[in-house]
């Protein structure tokens, strides 16, 4: 096959801009909550779709979660993606971003010789960006993060990546990971052909089995004591509330600049007084 | 080469009406059918917005059950319905003998179309899979872009543009338009179908979380805040959960080029009496839609063309009289079902197997109701005086203390001449003698740069926190554009430089400018002149600014990538 092997890691996250299924604690109750692709990894997918239109090629998507996460899958597809894999096992509930970049390295090394992982940057909601790198790690593959652009030829990749300040330009051989940046380029909006061409793949039993599977822990040779609950040596201390997604807007209208901004200094030591006496001098 | 994207039936538009055709549409299949459904929201109902009170006539066919139905998202069903006259002060009900019987909301389902549009859409998605050879492919951030003919025959709509037709085609043997005419104008204006144009009002509406529950209350109003002359009325809906619809609709064919359609619904909150209603309370969303308000003389000639047929709005079924559109869109739906599955079942979509499909909309309580108000709208036009003299002689009456009634007594004491046209006007509207047909004049022909705004009265003493700019008020739409989409045409620079001079040298603003719901238009100095430009990100995609552009210079089209406002709820 001409072009390059991708695999594109992608990750289904509560959808940030709903309160479903947010308790009251500030937990998540993943079941009633509106589900999404998790944002930072749209610019992972998109970066491998510009691979595959400027060099042929062929994308796998991999995620990992409980059924529902299915959805992503079949989403990726519809932006472009070729073949889509949910690795989904009861066993691997409770598991932290060690468990799942092994979990996830077993997946990737599954779908055997790959060119190019891309990750994003991080999730919305576990938000450690440590997977990723975690995964280079075991792939033994030589990883670049904060990526923007990205150029290959003849098995070298030229890279540019954000640093602090400014950018840097890499040339990485291949195979490599890279987590891509969220100020690299958005992911383009779905075509109607290839939307239609997935509603039309899932009608079609054989044809979708063939591009879209769900695996679990034994398929892919992992480990059970290395994944979930058994593999997480990380322990959720306490988790406290920092403050409400939403609440309101309260305008301040005092008809000129200086009665508005009156209002509302007014309004905030009222309402904020003891936070203001702490952190001003 | 890559085969084309084909269906049985494309529906453009997850409206009301299309989802009520595609139920039907699937009970009565016999055998294999493809349907899809074209919307340009992010989801179906990101971009419906009504009122809305509704009778259940159509619902009670497509869902015996919806009553019982636990997921079904009811508002509320109206207990007591009001017609209220407003001065800026005071407020009167109508007597209830005197309130017009189609205004008596009783029993009335309190919706939010958006919110049915969704339901809908969910429950034909799993009726569409239990049943054996049955596709209904839904397509939200999809609009159809322009109509495909072959011949004269309609073949499907432009969905892409990649430049691709085998992918950027939606082929259908027949495509049904609830759009709103959004892209059924270009198939009105090719096959010249209009003889008389159609005519629009505009409606903003709030929704409010309230400290007090009107659930199952529901009031039109008259009277204040409509300065005299305006065509307008607002509407009050208490549904559950403490939640309160706040609304105004103004007809666009009015000389004032500075309507300000949210401001109308701003000063409407002022009124003390609607004050009571919201204080403690909060705004939870704002967004405007249009309303074809020409009714009977303003439907086409043919409702269908071979490969084509319109419903609901797009094809202009809103009784304006009866304030009803949902029932009668959602039956025009129901209607164009039948219609299709014989020709389907024929083998036979030409314009002559379509063409059942307008006699029997006429035949349908659509056709007799819309005949029995035909001669509503034009009313307010052949007796001016309803509304530059009457209403505001009522308003006054109620402010003074002196009620209704005496407003209407003194009104007609002031010439037995005027108390008989209120008769005649009555008369025109409620029980019309045959007067021949109407001829509309195009809403954009009436902003006028010389427009004198008379004094209305203005409320006093209410909460500044429950009344917003448009800029601000423009946030609770929730808009949303995809980075780069400019929506809008303006054709000819030129031509706005020449309106500009025309309206702002009368002390006006340019109509797009003073009738936009939400802010997008403005003049702005650019190299030493006055320049249109356009803020796209805040459209609610309204259209308003189109119709009223005096030049017709302006073409509002369906944004690509589901951009545009969140209308979920609404
Ligand atoms: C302190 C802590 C407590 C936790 N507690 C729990 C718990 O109680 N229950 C539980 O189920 N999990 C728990 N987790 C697990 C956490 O949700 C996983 O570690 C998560 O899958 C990866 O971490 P992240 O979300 O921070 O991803 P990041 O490392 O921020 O993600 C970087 C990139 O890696 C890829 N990626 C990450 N996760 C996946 C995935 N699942 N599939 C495909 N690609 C992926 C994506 O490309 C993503 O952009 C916990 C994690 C931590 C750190
Ligand atoms: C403020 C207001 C209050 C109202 N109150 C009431 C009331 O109380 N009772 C009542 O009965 N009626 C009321 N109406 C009227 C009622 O809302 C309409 O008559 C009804 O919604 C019409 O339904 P429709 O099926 O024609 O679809 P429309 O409401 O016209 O919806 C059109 C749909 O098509 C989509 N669309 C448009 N162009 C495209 C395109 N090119 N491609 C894809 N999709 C496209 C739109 O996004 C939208 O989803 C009110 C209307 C307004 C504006
Ligand atoms: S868009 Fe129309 S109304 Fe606005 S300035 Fe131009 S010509 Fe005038
Ligand atoms: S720009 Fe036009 S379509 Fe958009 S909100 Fe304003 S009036 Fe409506």
Not at chain 1, 82 to 106: C, E, N, Q, V, W
Not at chain 2, 54 to 62: A, D, E, G, I, W
Request: glycine content about 10%.
């Amino acid at each position: 096959m001409s072009g390059y092997k991708m695999v594109v890691l992608m990750k289904q996250v509560p959808d940030t801009s709903s309160k479903a299924g947010v308790n009251p604690d500030g937990t998540v109750d993943r079941a009633r909550a509106k589900r999404m692709m998790n944002p930072f990894d749209k610019y992972a997918l998109q970066k491998a779709l510009e691979v595959k239109k400027a060099h042929g090629g062929e994308i796998t998507v991999v995620s990992m979660g409980p059924p529902p996460a299915l959805e992503i899958v079949v989403e990726a597809l519809e932006y472009g993606a070729d073949k889509g894999i949910l690795l989904s096992d009861k066993r691997l509930a409770a598991s932290d971003t060690l468990s799942t970049a092994y979990a996830l390295h077993m997946v990737v090394k599954h779908v055997g010789k790959v060119d190019m992982v891309f990750t994003g940057l991080q999730t919305t909601d576990g938000d450690t960006a440590q997977t990723g790198p975690q995964i280079a790690e075991r792939l033994d593959m030589p990883q670049v993060t904060y990526l923007e652009k990205l150029e290959v030829k003849d098995g070298v990749a030229t890279m540019q990546r954000v640093v602090e300040g400014g950018h840097q330009t890499l040339e990485v051989p291949l195979p490599c990971l890279v987590t891509v940046a969220n100020s690299a380029a958005r992911l383009e909006p779905k075509r109607f052909a290839d939307v239609f061409a997935v509603k039309e793949l899932i009608r079609d039993k054989a044809a979708y089995d063939k591009k879209v599977t769900i695996l679990d822990l034994d398929v892919v040779g992992a480990n059970p004591d290395r994944a979930g609950l058994k593999g997480s040596p990380t322990v959720v201390g306490k988790t406290w509330k920092m403050g409400e997604i939403g609440g309101s807007c309260t305008m301040f209208e005092g008809g000129n600049a200086k009665d508005e901004v009156a209002e509302l200094v007014g309004k905030l030591t009222a309402d904020h007084g003891a936070i203001l006496e702490e952190v001003l001098p | 080469m890559s085969q084309n994207i084909a269906y049985d039936v494309a529906l453009v538009g997850a409206s009301p009406s299309n989802l009520t055709l595609a139920h039907r549409l699937v009970d009565l299949a016999q055998g294999p059918i493809r349907i899809a459904i074209l919307e340009k929201g992010k989801s179906v109902g990101a971009h419906l917005l009504s009122g809305a009170v509704s009778n259940p006539r159509v619902l009670n066919k497509v869902f015996p059950n919806w009553k019982e139905d636990e997921t079904f998202p009811l508002e509320g069903i109206c207990k007591e319905s009001y017609v209220t006259f407003m001065g800026a002060e005071k407020v009167e009900d109508a007597p209830r003998f005197a309130v017009p019987p189609h205004f008596k909301k009783e029993g009335y389902a309190i919706l939010s179309v958006s919110d049915l549009a969704a339901w809908m859409a969910d429950r034909l998605t799993e009726k569409a899979a239990a049943k054996e050879g049955v596709v209904v492919d839904i397509y939200p951030t999809f609009p159809a872009k322009e109509i495909i003919y072959k011949g004269d025959a309609v073949v499907g709509v432009r969905v892409d543009s990649t430049g691709d037709n085998a992918k950027d085609i939606l082929h259908a043997k027949v495509t049904v338009f609830g759009d709103k005419g959004f892209v059924s104008r270009d198939l009105c204006d090719k096959f010249a179908l209009r003889k008389n144009p159609q005519v629009w009002g505009v409606g903003v509406k709030e929704i409010w979380e309230t400290e007090e529950s009107y659930e199952g209350k529901v009031w039109h109003t008259a009277g204040y805040p409509a300065q005299p002359g305006l065509y307008g009325g607002g509407f009050i809906y208490g549904c559950k959960h403490n939640k309160l619809i706040v609304g105004y609709v103004c007809a666009l064919d009015n000389d004032n080029p500075n309507l300000e359609p949210p401001q109308l619904l701003q000063d409407l909150k002022k009124s003390p009496w609607v004050q009571k209603m919201l204080k403690g309370g909060k705004l939870m969303r704002y967004g405007a839609a249009v309303l074809p308000e020409g009714g009977y003389y303003s439907l086409p000639e043919k409702f269908a063309v071979a490969g084509a047929m319109m419903v609901g709005d797009a094809l202009g079924t809103l009784d304006i009289k009866r304030f009803s559109g949902v029932d009668k869109a959602m039956e025009s739906g129901w209607i164009a079902a039948e219609v299709i599955a014989d020709a389907l079942a024929k083998g036979d979509t030409s314009e002559a197997a379509l063409a059942p499909y307008k006699a029997k909309v006429m035949d349908s309580f659509i056709g007799k109701e819309l005949f029995e108000a035909r001669y509503f709208k034009q009313t307010f036009h052949t007796y001016p005086e309803i509304l530059n003299d009457a209403f505001p002689a009522f308003a006054a009456g109620v402010d003074a203390g002196r009620g209704l009634f005496g407003g209407a007594l003194a009104f007609g004491l002031s010439g037995p001449f005027r108390a008989l046209k209120l008769l005649g006007a009555r008369g025109m509207m409620e029980n019309p003698s045959d007067r021949g047909a109407v001829a509309y004049k195009e809403d954009r022909t009436y902003p006028n740069p010389a427009y004198k705004k008379p004094e209305g009265a203005k409320a006093e003493g209410y909460d500044r926190k429950t009344v917003f700019t448009t800029a601000d008020i423009v946030y609770y739409a929730h808009t949303h554009y995809e980075e780069g989409v400019q929506h809008i045409d303006e054709f000819d620079k030129n031509v706005c430089y020449s309106c500009i001079n025309r309206y702002e040298g009368a002390g006006k603003r340019p109509p797009c400018v003073g009738d936009c719901t939400a802010e997008v238009h403005e003049v702005m100095e650019i190299n030493g002149k006055r320049t249109h430009k356009m803020a796209f990100e805040n459209c609610v995609q309204c259209t308003t600014c189109e119709i009223v552009c005096p030049p017709k210079n302006l073409r509002v089209n369906a944004a690509p990538y589901g951009s545009g406002p969140d209308f979920s709820n609404m």
